[in-house]
């Protein structure tokens, strides 16, 4: 009894209307020719002019590509040292206390963990700049990285790493050779979550960036509390159809693969 | 087949003086309260086939994994060609494993998973290179040494795992259920190409198996185990023909079992008393018990002899009526009812056309075997 | 343990541990110190040079009495009692608005699964802010939704929305309703459908089946995700900052406004202090509704 009644559907389309209307209203009033981003008047693409001019908006661009992806490095890293420690290292001192770390950066407010970072940074004399940022981000992303990680790692056929063990590997080359190549799929999304985290954090960067180093959501953050702008408009279109290119085109990939995948497996045969 | 000597006459276990490849030496394992092994001793020797039989859960992939080096024994020794294990991680033993996964590396080709671990060992190019285009010619592979795991077939994946596994030339080889994700048929063929590989290497198999059949098929000996405990090792034929136990007899094959009071005869023949007003039983019984004793006799079907006159040659002759026919192709199987309750399988080959076999259902029939066909357990 | 065993460990933990509960311990020390003006602007701090001495009038020094502070002015009860109204009542509707779109996918056929699952997740990658901003236009008095209602002719003098509780709460909803189809969806689309149809051959009706069976199993997803809504809904910055007007109380602005505006270090870190308290409480049974999932999969 698996069918679409006329209810599901009308839900399906009211409901991805309501998650995509209020993106496709913001991209069009980007192209809107008048400064009252309210009143259509006319096509036009001097926004994204006036964006590539303001020196403001493009340094801050540059500040937090910079930041997301040293930060989604270290995340990564990190990160999947964590996972392979919570699911492979066994028992240790003190396991409790950092599998409740690695999970509680995940539901903890982020008005929370950017005040205590910053009163950290403060104590001990930390100058707050990008490095500040960079380690902010760094820590909770790391966390992210880790849960993702870490799930495909508990589905991980372990006799694969005993196979290497067993075919005269060392710990280290049988993580290198054969763990590594395999879990690497979940290792770049990990990379990738980190580095949306990143790219999109408000809160935290704003308590701990210095006056030097302002971020593009500090910047978004600081003009549009100040009401609609079209500069943003046509920022926000840029961000949107970035994310929306890349995520479609991933995902188009996956797909391809996997049916390939299926295709050689059902030739395989038995 | 060009066998150098008949298969009967490889028996190192019977021979005092020969030593023993593998020893395991009062070995006990615990994974906290749980004793996986108990007090385990045996020893193996080198050509050997050896399967570990068990259900799961006996113990007997653990005992396996000991010998590989991925868990070490709670209490006792284990020693390979005389050095002592105990602190030998599974990259520096001469042994490789087979795993039941196959556990063959996705992302490498069939040639790369068989170059593995001639890669590890730093051996020259070209001698990885005729090492591992030996392998896939050992396992009729040669076409698909650049696929991709995925991309070729179930059985075809086990001869992969088995090829990675022997081309380091290990002294060992261990088997962890290698054929239980193939399917009944493929299963029986690769049975025998395994036997044919293991003589032409000339490597010590140990396999781990639940299958009763496949353990009796390759093995040429066999260790049957039941929660972490050693039952009985022997040869697949004297398991199956003289079990030391009710547990091994009924493990291994189909067998009736009747309970009775046993006492000796005196000729070295046991006498078991099974029923009020029925003739005892008359067989033999490897650990005779002096006195009276509760004990068991077992006697496989394919032993009973199914008549509707009453045999004249025969010590044993009990009468019952049939209960049920099993027509199985090339045999019979017949459940039959005798007087106290009990039930009796025997069992006889279909030679003849089925309009010539004359039993049928609610027949009055003489079950009847000789002195020698079952034997009396007190276990 | 060897040495590469040990520094894979200590590594993640060394860093978690100084940058992250670190962190908060000294959150929950300055919350006990008092605010004064000077640099850093709270007293005491603690002076090493004086010794164990100096640690001693450190300690006497420090004291409850911004806890105290919270509970009688009440613009800080007030705004923890409405930050909770507010995210339970957001979570709510968020649940009414996700429902029926999680029971629609687990419903439409195979093949458009995998682009209605991408469609659902393809927002969560988009910036946060970016999204929360949308609204500002659509709501404000000359916004979309205005001109829109009024087009059609269903009202003649415009909403205000921009800057009440209801554009945080479409806000809220808008932007974490996917925390809430997802686990809603994984639940609906692991049911097997002769359930239904079993529950139809004992005479239900279909919507009666639906009551009596695929909304008791779809349980667990639900809890799941009203608690990945709740959670980050209590502590919410961004959306109440934009959409919301100076009337909407949320802690997590009042914790910003009082660290930014009014530079008061010890009393914002005692807010952060007793909002994480509040935190627990959804937190362990959120975990609890996980590990039960985990169970009943076994």
Same mark, same amino acid.
């Given at each position: ?103 509680? =950066?995940?539901?903890? &407010?982020? *008005? !929370?963990? %950017?005040?205590? #970072?910053? @009163? ?5 004399? $930390? ?53 590594? =190549?395999?879990?690497? &799929?979940? *290792? !770049?999304? %990990?990379?990738? #979550?980190? @580095? ?5 954090? $408000? ?68 | ?379 | ?298």
């Amino acid at each position: 009894m698996r069918r679409l009644t006329w209810f599901n559907t009308t839900s399906l389309t009211l409901g991805f209307a309501f998650l995509y209307l209020p993106m496709v209203i913001l991209i069009i009033y980007s192209f809107n020719e008048s400064r009252l981003v309210t009143v259509w008047a006319g096509f036009s693409t001097k926004w994204y002019g006036e964006l590539l001019q303001n020196q403001a908006f493009l340094d801050a661009a540059l500040v937090t590509l910079k930041v997301g992806v040293a930060s989604s490095t270290i995340a990564t890293v990190l990160g999947t040292m964590a996972a392979y420690v919570l699911v492979r290292g066994g028992r240790f001192f003190g396991r409790t206390l950092f599998s409740g770390m690695i999970y509680a =950066p995940l539901v903890m &407010p982020e *008005v !929370i963990t %950017g005040l205590s #970072l910053l @009163l950290l940074f403060i104590s001990i004399g $930390l100058d707050r700049g990008m490095i500040t940022i960079v380690l902010a981000h760094a820590t909770f992303s790391m966390c992210y990285v880790s849960v993702v990680v870490s799930s495909r790692l508990v589905s991980f056929d372990k006799s694969l790493e005993e196979a290497a063990l067993d075919l005269g590997c060392s710990a280290f080359e049988a993580f290198r050779l054969v763990t590594l =190549p395999i879990i690497a &799929p979940a *290792v !770049i999304s %990990g990379w990738l #979550l980190a @580095l949306t985290l990143s790219l999109d954090d $408000l809160v935290i960067a704003s308590f701990v960036a210095g006056p030097s180093s302002t971020t593009l959501p500090i910047k978004i953050f600081s003009s549009v509390r100040l009401g609609v702008s079209p500069e943003i408009n046509a920022l926000s279109t840029i961000l949107i159809l970035i994310v929306a290119v890349g995520t479609i085109s991933a995902s188009l990939v996956t797909k391809r693969a996997v049916k390939r995948r299926q295709m050689e497996e059902k030739m395989a045969g038995d | 087949m060009n066998q150098p000597a008949p298969t009967a006459a490889f028996a190192p276990w019977e021979d005092a003086k020969a030593k023993p490849l593998i020893s395991f030496q009062n070995v006990t394992k615990k994974f906290g309260d749980f004793t996986a092994i108990d007090n385990i001793s045996i020893d193996i020797y080198e050509r050997e086939f050896f399967a570990l039989l068990g259900p799961s859960g006996c113990g007997k992939t653990t005992l396996m994994r000991m010998l590989g080096g991925f868990e070490t024994p709670t209490m006792g020794k284990i020693l390979i060609d005389g050095q002592d294990m105990a602190n030998v991680p599974p990259n520096k033993r001469a042994v490789n494993m087979m795993f039941q996964s196959y556990a063959l590396f996705p992302h490498l080709s069939v040639w790369d998973n068989i170059a593995f671990g001639l890669r590890r060992d730093k051996l020259p190019k070209d001698q990885i290179e005729a090492r591992v285009e030996e392998m896939v010619k050992l396992v009729r592979l040669d076409k698909f040494a650049r696929r991709k795991p995925h991309q070729i077939s179930g059985g075809q994946r086990q001869r992969v795992a088995l090829a990675r596994s022997l081309a380091k030339a290990p002294k060992l080889l261990l088997l962890d259920e290698p054929l239980g994700a193939l399917d009944k048929k493929l299963r029986q063929d690769t049975q025998f190409e395994l036997m044919d590989i293991q003589e032409k290497t000339g490597t010590t198999f140990v396999i781990v198996t639940h299958d009763q059949e496949e353990a009796m098929t390759v093995a040429s000996r066999i260790a049957v185990m039941d929660e972490g405990l050693l039952i009985q090792v022997d040869t697949p034929a004297r398991i199956y023909e003289t079990p030391n136990s009710v547990y091994v007899a009924d493990f291994i094959g189909d067998v009736n079992l009747i309970e009775g009071n046993a006492s000796p005869r005196g000729d070295g023949k046991t006498i078991l008393h099974w029923a009020e007003g029925q003739p005892p039983l008359v067989a033999e019984c490897p650990h005779a018990p002096d006195v009276e004793a509760r004990c068991t006799f077992a006697i496989r079907p394919e032993k009973v002899t199914i008549s509707k006159e009453k045999p004249t040659d025969r010590t044993n002759a009990i009468q019952g009526k049939i209960e049920d026919i099993a027509y199985l192709g090339n045999l019979s199987t017949y459940s039959v009812l005798l007087a106290n309750g009990t039930r009796v399988k025997a069992q006889t080959a279909n030679n003849r056309r089925l309009s010539r076999r004359e039993l049928t259902w609610e027949d009055d029939v003489w079950l009847s075997w000789t002195e020698t066909a079952g034997i009396v357990l007190d276990k | 343990m060897n040495f590469r065993r040990f520094s894979l460990i200590s590594v993640p933990y060394l860093w978690l541990f100084i940058l992250f509960l670190v962190p908060f311990g000294i959150v929950f020390k300055i919350s006990l110190s008092d605010y004064a003006i000077s640099i850093p602007p709270y007293t005491p701090t603690l002076d090493l040079t004086e010794g164990w001495a100096g640690f001693k009038a450190f300690l006497s020094a420090l004291d409850f009495e911004n806890y105290v502070f919270l509970t009688e002015d009440d613009l800080y009860w007030k705004a923890y009692l409405s930050s909770l109204k507010i995210a339970v009542f957001a979570t709510a509707l968020t649940l009414l608005v996700s429902f029926p779109i999680a029971y629609g996918m687990a419903n439409a056929p195979d093949e458009w699964r995998p682009t209605l699952m991408m469609l659902v997740i393809l927002p969560f990658w988009t910036s946060f802010l970016i999204r929360v901003y949308a609204w500002m236009g659509i709501l404000s008095q000359e916004g979309f939704l205005n001109q829109f209602l009024m087009g059609i002719g269903i009202i003649s003098d415009p909403l205000i929305i921009l800057n009440t509780n209801w554009a945080v709460y479409i806000g809220i909803i808008y932007t974490y309703c996917p925390f809430m189809i997802l686990p809603i969806y994984a639940t609906l689309e692991k049911l097997d459908p002769s359930l239904n149809e079993a529950a139809v051959d004992l005479g239900c009706s279909r919507t009666s089946s639906f009551w009596l069976v695929t909304l008791p199993l779809a349980k667990p997803g639900v809890i799941a995700g009203c608690f990945l809504v709740f959670i980050p809904a209590l502590g919410e910055f961004v959306i109440p900052s934009l959409l919301g007007g100076s009337r909407t109380l949320m802690i997590g602005k009042v914790l910003y406004e009082e660290f930014f505006a009014n530079r008061d270090w010890p009393v914002a870190s005692a807010v952060a202090v007793v909002l994480l308290l509040i935190l627990i409480i959804p937190i362990v049974m959120y975990q609890r509704n996980q590990q039960k999932m985990m169970e009943a999969e076994q």
